[in-house]
């Protein structure tokens, strides 16, 4: 493929799913991953017998198409995961995310630009205060009054499953790779290790990308890009540079893998945990996900633990054993494992950028990346909050592009 006609940077979900739309509509694509493997944040890791997740990740499928999409894809490894997101309530696990928690109802008066504005209009102040902030404030390392509404408006529209959810036997990196070899089946390439090192542009326009792989190490001529990497880093790739932009401050998600000697801990797939004082604020098991990610008689735990990137956030800044010897300990005072239940680190996962924080005054340096991307002609941008979604934005920016192309 001496000149593609679509580069795409970034095989996560939404690099995967341009990727793959744009390959069977015929386009000669080449996807670019830095990383040694596709999937992004969406990779399954294996060690000692344990299958799991870089985070519980759950696909929020909103219909029978994109069901039976996933499904066609998978060759019939989906199954239904018969568990939603639980919650710890009054020292118990309960059905539901602390967001499908009902409380009395709100006055409906009007909506402010909070989080805690519309979670109030809806489920009332009292209700919202006690039972959904210490989680979300937990999670967004902000108060509920610094979290925009839209964030609250999209975990409670996108980001539900309550009644349980779609997920593939062999982890969402199974998903990640299916879409990988149906992009080569259908004659797109997809190159591992070769980062994009720079974004060439003249008079507005996108004329190139610098590839810096094993395989192909050189600068290629592109008309059409498809950005499907955070846009904060691909904008530091602009060649002439980009306008200095405002810093964003970033979350970080260390994940601790704990070993349990123990043929389950719990019934549930995902917990979530308001409780300040325990490191970690999700839990999941991945053998209630799909069984075929445990080893016989053993199980693992997930924990992720939400932090700031900084030396001196109280998480972020213990080693690995003290992390694990934390969340253990938590995992004890909860009463999830009896004291004397023999654990083993499997590994902490650190993700010191895991995702912005999502704080109100940070929304203008949020969005100033994605929007010089965007000013220059033959960008795509495919921005996606969650796995699905992420998808979807892949599609929608390989829609844009086979059109042009249709019409030229
Ligand atoms: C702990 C955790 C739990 C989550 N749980 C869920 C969940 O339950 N459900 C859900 O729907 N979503 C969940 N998400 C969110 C989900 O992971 C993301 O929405 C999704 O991965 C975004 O996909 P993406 O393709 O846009 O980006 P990413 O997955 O971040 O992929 C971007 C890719 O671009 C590559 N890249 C970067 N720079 C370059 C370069 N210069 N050249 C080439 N490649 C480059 C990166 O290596 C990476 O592979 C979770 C996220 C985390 C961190």
């Known amino acids: 493929m001496e000149s593609p006609d679509v580069v795409v940077l970034g095989a996560g979900p939404s690099g995967l799913g341009a990727g793959l739309a744009l390959a069977r509509s015929g386009a000669a694509v080449l996807v670019l991953e830095a990383g040694a493997e596709v999937g992004g944040l969406c990779r399954t890791r294996r060690r000692d017998g344990h299958a799991y997740d870089v985070g519980g990740h759950i696909p929020f499928v909103e219909d029978e198409s994109r069901r039976a999409w996933l499904d066609d894809l998978m060759g019939g490894d989906l199954h239904w995961v018969d568990r939603p997101v639980s919650c710890v309530r009054d020292g118990r696990i309960v059905r539901g995310r602390y967001l499908d928690q009902r409380g009395p109802g709100g006055d409906g008066g009007p909506e402010g630009p909070s989080a805690a504005d519309l979670l109030s209009s809806r489920f009332g102040a009292d209700f919202v205060s006690s039972t959904m902030r210490p989680y979300l404030e937990k999670v967004d390392g902000v108060t509920l009054g610094e979290i925009p509404a839209e964030r609250a408006q999209k975990l409670l529209e996108t980001q ?190 650190r993700l010191p950028a895991a995702y912005p924080e999502f704080a109100r005054d940070q929304l203008p340096a949020i969005a100033a990346p994605r929007a010089a991307l965007e000013a220059l002609e033959g960008t795509h941008l495919a921005p996606g909050a969650a796995v699905i979604e992420a998808i979807a934005a892949g599609e929608d920016a390989a829609a844009g592009i086979t059109e042009q192309r249709t019409a030229a």
């Open 160 to 349: 539900a499953a309550p009644e349980g959810f779609w997920f593939p036997g062999g982890g969402i990196g199974s998903l990640m790779n299916a879409m990988a070899r149906g992009i080569r089946e259908s004659g797109g390439r997809v190159l591992t290790s070769t980062p994009a090192t720079a974004i060439h542009h003249s008079g507005g326009v996108v004329t190139g990308v610098d590839v810096d792989g094993p395989r192909e190490r050189r600068r290629m001529a592109c008309r059409n890009l498809v950005i499907a990497s955070p846009a904060g880093r691909s904008h530091r790739l602009l060649e002439p540079a980009g306008e200095p932009l405002p810093p964003v401050r970033m979350r970080a998600v260390a994940i601790v893998c704990l070993e349990i000697a123990a043929e389950a801990v719990s019934d549930e797939a995902w917990i979530q945990v308001d409780d300040p004082d325990v490191a970690f604020a999700r839990a999941f098991e991945p053998r209630n996900w799909s069984r075929r990610m445990a080893p016989e008689g053993r199980t693992m735990l997930g924990l992720e633990c939400y932090c700031n990137p900084a030396d001196d956030d109280p998480v972020w800044k213990l080693d690995d054993a003290g992390l694990a010897g934390r969340c253990a300990g938590d995992l004890v005072r909860l009463g999830w494992i009896a004291a004397e239940a023999r654990h083993r680190l499997i590994e902490v996962i």
